[in-house]
Each structure stands twice: as C-alpha cells, then as structure tokens.
C-alpha cells in the first residue's frame, strides 16, 4: 500500500496549493480518510478528515473556511485545498487511511 501526496510548495501569505494524495494497492472508499500536518519542532495534528460513509467532513478550526477537503473514488484519490494560506500553515502535510500514510509534501508560507 502507498500514500503519494503532491501539490506542496512555497507561497506567500494569502495564496492558496491544491494537495492531492494517490492511493495504490489500497481502495480509499471504505474509509474515511484525512489530512495531518507537522511543523518543525510540533507534533502532528489533523487537520481535515471526510466521511466514507456520508461525505460528512472536520476541519480543525485554524483551516475552517479556508481548506476544503474532497475525495475522489473513481480515481482513488483524495485532495485538499487550501486558500488564504499563512505562514502558520507552514508544515509537512500528510495523508492518512486507515493505518497508512503517505510521505507527505512540503507547504511553505512566507509572509
């Protein structure tokens, strides 16, 4: 089973970055699946997860009203996007089903 997220990289206070995570030799859609991140120094923390079962979603109330979590099943991939980013968001973003993660992808923000 692997966990490939893509779509980190450095942007300015206010911009926005698109996360994408690819699942291979796993099916996501039993699962809910999430987003975690680590900053330098901090411990993981979720961040957004979604429902397998309704679609319902959780966001950490730092992300509320600026990341929008999605999946995809068809194409077994889920997302995460993320608009007025700060430098606070800056962290290692990573995906999560069941027990896997994925190597996660680096999001800077600079002011």
């Known amino acids: 089973v692997q966990l490939q997220a893509s779509g980190g990289g450095s942007v300015h206070t206010g911009g926005s970055l698109r996360l994408s995570c690819a699942a291979s030799?796993?099916?996501?859609?039993?699962?809910?699946i999430a987003w975690f991140r680590q900053a330098p120094g901090k411990e993981r923390e979720g961040v957004s997860c979604i429902s397998s079962r309704d679609g319902s979603t959780y966001y950490k109330d730092s992300a509320k009203g600026r990341f929008t979590i999605s999946r995809d099943n068809a194409k077994n991939m889920m997302y995460l996007q993320m608009n007025n980013l700060k430098p606070e968001d800056t962290a290692v973003y990573l995906c999560?089903?069941?027990?896997?993660w994925g190597k996660g992808t680096q999001v800077t923000v600079s002011s």
């Open positions: 030799g796993l099916r996501l859609q039993p699962y809910n």
């Open positions: 999560n089903a069941v027990n896997y």
